[in-house]
C-alpha cells in the first residue's frame, strides 16, 4: 500500500524525520508525506485441527526516518513518528492516513510536479527527485489531462496532477469511486487496528 499522511489542516507534526538532522527528537510540519506499508506474512499458527491462521506483519518504507531498522515495523514507525498522537494534543494536527492499494496508485496517480515549482521565482522550491514524474504512461499533456485536472481539483492551472485528491482528508472523497481510485483514509487508531495484529 501506498499512504498519504497530512490532515485537514495540511500541517501534520512527525518525528524522527531527516529533516532534521541536528535533533530528530525535533519535529516536522508536514503539508503531506508519503510512505508505504508493506504486509508479509510469516508464518502459520497450527489450531486444533491442522487449521492454521496466517500471521502477518507491517512494515514502514520511509525514506526520511531516522528510525531502524528499515523496512521499520508498522508499531515502532507509529510510536517514534507520532508520540505526541495520546497525549493532549490538539486534534487538528492529528495525523490522517489515507492507505491506497498499490496496484490503484500506479495506474490512477499522476503528477508533473508543478506543485514543487514557484512560477514566480522561476525555481523549484526543493529540488525534484531525479526520477521521471509519475504519469502513469502519459506522454505529454494535452487539453484533455488539463480539463480533467480541473474537474479533478476545482483548479485552474497548467499543471497535470491529481495530488490533491490523495491528500485531501475530508470526507468528500470517500464515495465508492473515490474509494477504489484514492484508498481509505483512516486514524491512526484504525491503522493500528487494521494492520498491525
Known amino acids: 500500500h501506498v499512504i498519504f499522511i497530512s490532515n485537514e489542516d495540511r500541517c501534520c507534526p512527525m518525528f524522527m524525520q531527516r529533516a532534521r538532522p541536528k535533533d530528530p527528537r525535533?519535529?516536522?510540519c508536514w503539508d503531506y508525506h508519503v510512505i508505504v506499508l508493506r504486509t508479509r506474512k510469516i508464518g502459520v499458527e497450527k489450531i486444533d485441527r491442522g487449521n492454521g491462521t496466517n500471521y502477518a506483519t507491517s512494515e514502514i518504507l520511509d525514506i526520511d526516518t531516522w528510525l531502524t531498522p528499515y523496512p521499520c515495523?508498522?508499531?515502532k514507525y507509529l510510536n517514534g513518528t507520532f508520540p505526541h498522537v495520546d497525549d493532549e494534543l490538539d486534534p487538528k494536527y492529528s495525523p490522517c492516513f489515507r492507505v491506497v492499494p498499490a496496484k490503484d496508485y500506479l495506474k490512477y496517480f499522476y503528477s508533473d510536479r508543478m506543485h514543487m515549482y514557484e512560477k514566480t521565482t522561476g525555481e523549484w522550491k526543493s529540488p525534484p527527485p531525479s526520477y521521471k514524474p509519475i504519469m502513469n504512461g502519459l506522454e505529454s499533456i494535452t487539453d484533455q489531462y488539463q480539463k480533467l485536472h480541473e474537474v479533478e481539483t476545482g483548479k485552474k492551472g497548467n499543471n497535470i496532477s491529481n495530488l490533491e485528491s490523495y491528500i485531501n482528508m475530508s470526507e468528500r472523497y470517500q464515495s465508492s469511486e473515490s474509494l477504489r481510485k484514492y484508498g481509505l483514509v483512516?486514524?491512526?487508531?484504525?491503522l493500528r487496528a487494521k494492520y498491525i495484529t
Open 26 to 28: 525535533e519535529y516536522v
Open 73 to 75: 515495523p508498522l508499531e
Open 186 to 190: 483512516m486514524t491512526i487508531g484504525q
